[in-house]
């Protein structure tokens, strides 16, 4: 399916290739919020290329994903220092460390109810966190399924990847999962998120876009270029989702129909990770050799 137009795509610099800008989100003060994986901050990025970083507990932390939280602050998962974070737009900084040792929290979305969740990629768990802090961990019923990123879904739950048990996971605000194994053997999910009606995620291994409904149903659509890596993926509306392709250097769109479009970034190599829609309307991604890119659709 082609498009009537080819969408600008640009680039801004915002550290070194050192930094890795790793995921990024929108604020609810209209500029976009980042994790530099690498170095142990979270940036927050305006419009107009205005940069400014909080360092976090120690450079080695390794901030992954970051989501606006329903109370105003930006959450965001610290895989090795095995603690959930919390800024607020003014810059200021908490940390919550989680229970289980070691548990590698990886993806974090607010819930629909007024909670955080997250994945614990390590142990196979999935977290909720209150805005106060209070934390609960609901076992999984698999043995190194390595959850991964998790969304908010219209159906009153959460969706999360199993990126090692190769399957796409559902668990209720009170805690009971359901499993769907996918139907491509070996496909390690990873991105995952909802359009309003049903849930789009990335097969990095199997180089696809699958799209699962409510009831469980998957399809799968293989990217012209199956060796591409997707890696996140984020709906701009529904049957409209734009994703990351890390190994391909690409931003692609998908469309209901299972059409797909790509287009390169400026910059080759650039290793594009997580993909938000900006304040301004338009998909921005972060890419782990230093920048940020604003695709204009």
């Known amino acids: 399916m ?30 976009l919020w980042l994790t530099l994986v690498h ?7 305006a419009l107009d290329g205005g940069l400014e970083e909080y360092a976090l507990d120690s450079p080695g932390c390794r901030p992954m994903v970051i989501t606006p939280g ?5 959450w965001f998962t610290l895989n090795q220092a095995n603690a959930i974070g919390r800024v607020t737009t003014g810059g200021d900084l908490r940390t919550f460390r989680l229970p289980t040792p070691g548990s590698g929290p990886y993806g974090i979305t607010s819930g629909p109810d007024g909670a955080l969740w ?46 090692q048990a190769n399957a796409i996971g559902r668990v209720t605000t009170g805690g009971t999962t359901t499993v769907h194994p996918l139907p491509t053997p070996g496909a390690a999910p990873v991105g995952i998120t909802s359009d309003g009606t049903d849930l789009w995620f990335v097969e990095i291994a ?18 012209p270029d199956r060796t591409a890596r997707p890696h996140a993926i984020a709906a701009a509306a529904t049957g409209d989702c734009w994703f990351t392709e890390w190994g391909a250097g690409r931003i692609g769109r998908i ?18 990770h997580g993909i938000t829609v900006g304040p301004d309307g338009a998909l921005w991604a972060a890419l782990e050799t230093g920048g940020v890119a604003r695709v204009a659709p």
Not at 39 to 45: C, D, E, N
Not at 70 to 74: K, T, Y
Not at 119 to 144: S, Y
Not at 260 to 265: A, H, N, V, W
Request: proline share 10%; glycine share 16%.
């Open 2 to 31: 082609s498009h009537p137009h080819t969408p600008a795509v640009t680039e801004i610099r915002v550290a070194d290739g050192e930094a890795g800008p790793y995921g990024i989100t929108a604020g609810p003060d209209g500029a």
């Open 39 to 45: 170095s142990g901050r979270v940036a927050r990025l």
């Open 70 to 74: 329903p109370d105003g602050a930006l």
């Open 118 to 163: 997250f994945t614990q990629m390590n142990t196979d768990r999935v977290g909720r966190i209150t805005t106060g802090g209070a934390i609960t961990e609901f076992a999984l019923p698999v043995t190194g399924g390595f959850p991964s990123a998790i969304t908010a879904g219209p159906d009153g739950a959460l969706w999360f990847t199993l990126n």
């Open 206 to 223: 199997a180089g696809r876009i699958g799209r699962i409904t409510v009831d469980g149903a998957i399809t799968e659509f293989p990217l």
């Open 255 to 272: 469309t209901a129909n299972g059409g797909i479009t790509e287009y390169g970034l400026p910059t080759p190599s650039s290793e594009p």
